[in-house]
């Protein structure tokens, strides 16, 4: 990523839940059932707007689901063993895993909340892609270039709670880097980089219910600075997850 | 913390970076400053809105400032070496630190960016009650009774770039606990305690320039199940900071 300087922020940022979404099920058009959704919400998408979805419905959507050994709430853990590339520490049932994508959370994404019993969640196998073609597909039947953000669930360490992050993005940059702006005294900026797409994933949760059914938001009035070029490539994978080399924590 | 169950979530919510707050001094009083500039916006504090300010004005307000020795950029080490309980982990100039209040965050806390040189900013003493009293100035000016959320900037392992995380607040719960929820499907959540400041802190981010002289924000329209009764204690120090005994990473 090109490090880009930072314009201007918007005066006012909007989150609008989506509601009215119903249960989505393989095979499911996420891109038809959100417009569908925005018109019985007499709400349109508009240019520089950036839906965020949870991986729950794009895992269900695209079938990352897996079939459960049974009702026994242990029963997932083989599926957290084979979903997971490395353990980076355990306790009790939870394991704290890396995933094939690079991202640190908990039993490697396996989620057997707001599925059917007897099913699991998996993660998405390339939730940068599923972003890409719901921008695509929004693209396509609206005109419209909108940024989409793949959302899920996870811990931290050091303080208590979850917050939601993004594990995948497009037509929204990952990261922005504030690299060689100055500061209001005109004194070099020493933190940088800002993780815009996590910032926008915690901002939409605050009105994506979990257990509301309403998976899907918009974001409304990001910075231009928050925009890739058109030609300009951004992923979670690519620009957010830290390698393993530069990481203190592996 | 009791356990809250959590209520409907907001249609939408509003962000709003509150604009034309000039440079910070010791002894300034925020509640005036912020109401000034809401007035000069034409805007009003609405109860159940919470004001967002960055920890860079509540040190520069309270004092909570260092002279350093020197222009040197490593003048600051000694007083990050003083600031800190506990280094974590050590890579070249960087130390990844706990501070008195429990916070893991690079160097302290201490921050030279954004004050004038050959000044530090360290974290205020107290931002819960830095929080507090700000609420409670506001209240007492307006009569209405908001909530205040102090922010800083924290990296994060396994996770390129920084995001906005609480450090101190009053009126707002920090977490609220979904335990003994159900999903939209009737089957009991797994993922309960959600980090709402967190959330907060890091939406307004994104109208806040840490180069752009924003060092305010209120967001609008949270669900109710964020706001605590009326002698409920919160705190970020108390609810949000993880226990090191129930810490994976210490």
Do not use: Y
Request: with cysteine; net charge negative; proline share 5%.
């Amino acid at each position: 990523m090109e490090p880009v300087k930072h314009g201007p922020k918007p005066a006012r940022l909007e989150v609008i839940g989506v509601t009215g979404i119903g249960e989505v099920h393989r095979g499911d058009d996420l891109a038809g059932i959100l417009l569908e959704a925005l018109g019985e919400m007499d709400e349109v998408l508009r240019p520089g707007d950036v839906v965020v979805v949870t991986q729950k419905v794009v895992s269900k959507a695209e079938g990352a689901m897996a079939q459960l050994d049974g009702d026994d709430p242990r029963s997932h853990k083989p599926l957290v063993e084979r979903e997971a590339v490395r353990v980076l520490r355990r306790r009790g049932d939870l394991l704290l895993t890396e995933t094939r994508h690079g991202f640190v959370c908990a039993n490697a994404g396996v989620d057997l909340s707001n599925v059917e019993r007897g099913q699991a969640a998996l993660l998405p196998e390339d939730p940068d892609r599923s972003a890409r073609r719901m921008a695509d597909a929004l693209q396509g039947r609206t005109g419209t270039r909108v940024g989409v953000v793949v959302t899920d669930t996870f811990g931290r360490p050091w303080r208590r709670g979850v917050t939601d992050v993004a594990i995948g993005c497009a037509g929204l940059r990952a990261v922005v880097d504030l690299r060689g702006s100055t500061d209001a005294l005109g004194r070099e900026l020493q933190v940088t980089e800002v993780a815009v797409a996590d910032e926008v994933a915690a901002a939409a949760d605050l009105v994506m219910g979990k257990a509301d059914a309403v998976p899907m938001a918009l974001v409304r009035g990001l910075a231009d600075s928050c925009f890739p070029e058109p030609d300009e490539k951004v992923g979670i994978v690519s620009d957010l997850v830290r390698h393993p080399s530069e990481d203190l924590f592996r």
